[in-house]
């Protein structure tokens, strides 16, 4: 794998949203799944600079949206993982998942 | 911003946001705060929701403002042209930014102000008394020669005989030359006037490298006994009393009532010693049958010219074999006694080292204080403007080019403040040596010159440049994330660290500065308030000489001072009057071997003392207590027996525990001066001298023709003295009275030294103190103002306001902690080195420690204290809407 294509963990978390979110994935969202799953503070900013570094990457692909037909609907701008971004996070996440194959580390979650 | 409910985020967390954000996310990352803002405000309310903007903005503010900085890497960034333009554009950019927000530079200009100008003129007088050579051509060749007595100190004088062998056998000496002072009366004007002479002989001119302005120097032939009397007038005595009359050399004038042919006048820039302000110099001659050709008289004053090549220790370890020669070859006079030089500079003004030594180390913290001050407020600047560096950064401004910025920023108030401390400096020199008079011994000598000006210059780049190290640095490790943090209420650990440090310094060297001070004042007020061994109080003596001219035999020398005495006793308020030739803290020293008769004559170790030539009553007008026996009466006389009395000191030395009264000794070529009584011992010419063994005379038994005055009355001392001007001068309009003082004037002048050293330490003490106030303040306050939030919090949670206060003045105390630790080290390290100055108190003083470490305490907590009210009154709510 080409230098560059290591993800960072919270990349990591950040695909990971984003193959669970689907077509709803955007800042707010994003943060709210990794925070109620992961149990990890994630800051829109972090994540929007995540999702910024991945597109840079080409593991995901942005969308703008136009703002929301509702009373004070606003842009957004939407995150879809790419097939590179999957093959990555698969990649990295497996590689993980080696390593710490039969290791004990203890019961606390 | 508005949205449908009304709610509004907090406006600068907003602005943070906007700030950090790449311009094109910037919209999106808007809206998603705002989707979760309006979210909780409905949930949780307002406040809360406000609460998780700011702390949701400021987490957001380092990735966001990384990514933003990454992004403008990638950008081509827009080339400018380096060099001086831009450097000049700095400049320019600093002097705009000062006049927008002027209280930083300010600050920085009036603390290099006053740290240069203090600087300045510490380094004026040091460099003007201690490092500059006399003002003499080969001055640094000369050394006086004085007397190791047996006790080991040094007598400032020599004997004659022992003058004449050491100037024949010391070949590293080039000349030697004697002299003596000897104030003479002038009658020119309507008033006899006193007039400082200086009898010398005609080597005088060559070790001085004196020039005639007019005529000639003194020469050998002068000194010849019946010679013509002589003298030459010093440039500004001739300009004074003869208004530059050209004419006068050649012609005579009366001195002491006897015609005197000036034969010369001295250049203006002639350099006189011993005293600073000479009038005239006559020819110093010896009579043949004088005591002043006793070897062990030590009463000549001595200087000599080392030869070229010729060391202090060459020419010591000389001095030191004729001396010993001498001393076995008249072992009677001259047992124990042996010579000693020292350079003539050292003889001025003093020690020199030790006190450089103290003066470099006290500017150099004061220095450091100034600049940790200064390098506080440059750092605070650059933090409440890390966002525009983050923003010169990700625009493509290089660290290089931001730190250049900083620099400047720094030198141009340090610039300013170095030239405004310059403007000063000569007027606290002026101070000085208006203050101090005496403790400066070469005051006229004292001015901001060449080498001053260097020094300050590089001063103030050190400065300048010691003080931007901290954000120099920062600004090198300018990662965005650190820096757009700035708003993070918790504090950025650099800067916590950065003020850390300076507070530290500050109360350590504080401390190290206040310490000595107060050591040294110690000292002073120790030495002040110890007895000299007699009653000062309400005593004036003053100085009259009797010229053999007008009072061939010492019975008429006496019978006018019986008149003198005589008529100072009706003044009104008079107690006492009597007179004496040793006078404490006045003059100094005639010192001589006698026999004690009990053991007979001991050679080399017969016992020595002072000699004090005294009048009856004189113990009284001193206010010197009798122990044993009794004092001089009228009847002492020279047809009666003859008698002495001792100091304690020297009857202890003599006679150990047995009753020294009624023993007899020989002095003076006479036996049997019978021991009648016993005085106390008094200090001679220091307070922290030890005291001396003294043999006190009748002077009707010995007679002098120089003597002091000393008058004991409870009348003011001014109109004590104009009396006795006004009835000495009834008496005989041609004597005149000198060196006029009452004995507690004599004595604070004796503390010259010890005072200018207490001041100066004070000073630059207090000063530091003054420095470290503005500096702590300035610390607490920011960080006050960088907690306001977190206070806010807090007291929105229920902490009193008292609580809010007490933590911002314990977290004060906790840092400043620190810094009373390494001040406790090196207040200790500067009382060691102080220790050479100390009297009475010890270089590790607890109490006069606890005592300092106890004032910083109370300071920091004081200047804690005003920030910490203002804490106090943060109402919450604004606290948290806004900075």
Redesign the interface.
């Known amino acids: 794998m080409p230098k560059g294509h290591f993800l960072g963990d919270f990349e990591m978390l950040v695909l990971a949203a984003l193959v669970r979110l689907g077509d709803d994935a955007?800042?707010?969202t994003i943060?709210h799944d990794i925070e109620r799953r992961a149990k990890r503070?994630a800051?829109?900013?972090?994540i929007?600079?995540?999702i910024?570094?991945l597109s840079d990457k080409g593991f995901v692909a942005l969308r703008?949206s136009d703002p929301l037909p509702v009373?004070?609907g606003?842009?957004?701008?939407y995150a879809r993982i790419t097939a590179a971004g999957r093959r990555a996070l698969r990649e990295s996440t497996s590689a993980v998942a080696r390593m710490i194959e039969g290791l004990e580390l203890g019961t606390r979650s | 911003m508005t949205n449908a409910r009304g709610f509004n985020p907090p406006r600068l967390a907003v602005r943070l946001l906007s700030i950090v954000s790449p311009a094109e996310d910037r919209p999106y990352v808007l809206a998603d705060f705002n989707v979760e803002f309006e979210d909780r405000a409905n949930r949780s309310g307002l406040a809360a929701a406000r609460v998780w903007y700011w702390r949701e903005a400021l987490r957001s503010a380092t990735p966001l403002a990384a990514r933003r900085a990454h992004l403008a890497r990638m950008r081509p960034t827009v080339g400018t042209p380096g060099g001086w333009n831009e450097a000049f554009g700095d400049v320019r950019y600093a002097l705009r930014l000062s006049r927008r927000s002027p209280l930083a530079p300010l600050a920085i200009v009036a603390t290099m102000t006053l740290g240069i100008a203090a600087t300045a003129a510490v380094f004026a007088a040091a460099n003007g008394v201690l490092l500059r050579p006399l003002p003499f051509p080969e001055s640094e060749r000369v050394v006086r020669l004085g007397t190791v007595v047996p006790n080991g100190n040094v007598a400032p004088t020599v004997a004659y005989p022992d003058a004449l062998d050491y100037r024949r056998l010391v070949h590293e000496f080039s000349a030697l030359t004697l002299f003596s002072r000897n104030d003479v009366t002038l009658q020119h004007g309507p008033d006899p006037e006193n007039v400082r002479a200086l009898e010398v002989d005609e080597s005088y001119g060559r070790v001085f490298s004196l020039k005639p302005a007019l005529g000639r120097l003194l020469v050998a032939s002068d000194s010849v006994l019946g010679a013509q009397r002589v003298a030459v007038l010093s440039y500004g005595f001739w300009m004074r009393e003869f208004g530059g009359d050209r004419s006068l050399v050649g012609r005579t004038i009366r001195l002491d009532d006897e015609p005197v042919t000036v034969v010369g006048v001295l250049s203006p820039d002639a350099y006189v010693f011993p005293r600073e302000s000479v009038d005239l110099l006559t020819p110093l001659a010896v009579p043949p049958h004088s005591y002043m050709k006793n070897r062990g008289a030590l009463w000549a004053g001595a200087a000599a010219k080392l030869r070229p090549a010729v060391s202090e220790e060459m020419a010591q370890r000389a001095v030191a074999s004729v001396g010993d020669m001498l001393s076995h070859e008249y072992p009677v006079s001259n047992h124990g006694l042996s010579g000693r030089i020292r350079p003539l500079r050292e003889v001025v003004v003093g020690s020199v080292r030790p006190m450089l030594e103290l003066l470099a180390a006290a500017i150099v913290a004061v220095l450091l204080i100034a600049c940790v001050n200064v390098a506080n407020l440059i750092l605070g600047r650059a933090q409440a403007r890390s966002r525009e560096f983050a923003v010169r950064s990700a625009l493509g401004g290089s660290p290089a080019r931001v730190r250049r910025q900083v620099l400047i920023e720094a030198l141009v108030p340090a610039v300013i403040g170095s030239v405004l401390g310059l403007v000063l400096a000569p007027v606290l020199v002026h101070l000085l040596v208006a203050v101090y008079p005496d403790a400066l011994p070469r005051a006229d000598e004292i001015g901001i010159g060449a080498p001053v000006v260097l020094f300050v210059m590089a001063a103030t780049i050190a400065a300048a440049a010691l003080s931007c190290i901290p954000t120099a640095r920062r600004v090198t490790r300018f990662d965005l994330s650190g820096d757009l943090r700035a708003g993070n209420g918790s504090g950025m650990r650099g800067e916590r660290r950065a003020s850390r440090v300076l507070v530290t310094t500050q109360v350590a060297m504080s401390l190290a500065l206040l310490f000595s001070a107060s050591l040294l004042g110690e000292t002073l007020w120790r030495l002040d308030q110890s007895r000299p061994g007699f009653d000062s109080h309400r005593t004036v003596a003053f100085h009259v000489y009797v010229p053999a001219s007008r009072y061939r035999t010492v019975a008429e020398a006496n019978g006018y001072y019986d008149r003198v005495l005589d008529a100072v006793r009706t003044i009104p308020g008079v107690n006492v009057a009597s007179t004496t030739t040793l006078l404490p803290f006045g003059n100094c020293c005639n010192f001589d071997t006698f026999v004690q008769e009990d053991l007979g004559d001991q050679g080399p170790k017969n016992p020595q003392a002072f000699i004090s030539v005294d009048g009856p009553g004189f113990e009284r007008a001193l206010g010197i207590p009798l122990l044993r026996g009794r004092s001089f009466t009228a009847q002492d006389d020279s047809a009666s027996a003859r008698v002495v009395m001792l100091n304690a000191a020297a009857a202890k030395a003599m006679y150990g525990i047995r009753d020294p009264i009624g023993q007899l000794i020989s002095w003076n070529g006479q036996p049997h001066w019978r021991v009648v009584g016993v005085l106390a011992s008094t200090h001679l010419m220091e307070l922290s001298d030890e005291q001396k063994p003294v043999l006190y005379v009748p002077e009707a038994q010995a007679g002098r023709r120089s003597r002091y005055v000393v008058v004991r009355g409870d009348a003011p001392a001014n109109d004590v003295i104009a009396a006795a001007r006004a009835r000495l001068r009834a008496i005989d309009p041609t004597i005149a009275l000198t060196d006029i003082a009452t004995m507690d004037e004599r004595i604070a002048s004796s503390l010259g030294a010890e005072r200018f050293r207490a001041v100066l330490m004070a000073t630059l003490g207090a000063l530091a103190l003054a420095l470290a106030i503005v500096g702590i303040y300035g610390v607490v306050a920011y960080s006050v103002s960088r907690r306001t939030r977190e206070i806010g919090i807090r007291m929105a949670l229920g902490e009193a306001s008292h609580e809010v206060r007490l933590r911002v003045v314990t977290d004060a105390l906790r840092v400043a902690s620190a810094g009373l630790v390494l001040g406790f080290g090196l207040a200790l390290l500067g009382g060691k080195w102080l220790s050479s100055f100390l009297v009475g108190v010890s270089p590790n003083d607890g109490r006069l420690l606890a005592a300092t470490v106890a004032l910083l305490v109370v300071v920091v907590a004081a200047t804690a204290y005003g920030p910490a009210r203002r804490a106090a009154k943060v109402d919450p709510m604004t606290a948290l809407r806004g900075d």
């Open positions: 955007y800042a707010v943060k503070p800051s829109l900013g972090a929007h600079a995540g910024g570094r703008m009373q004070g606003r842009a957004r701008k």
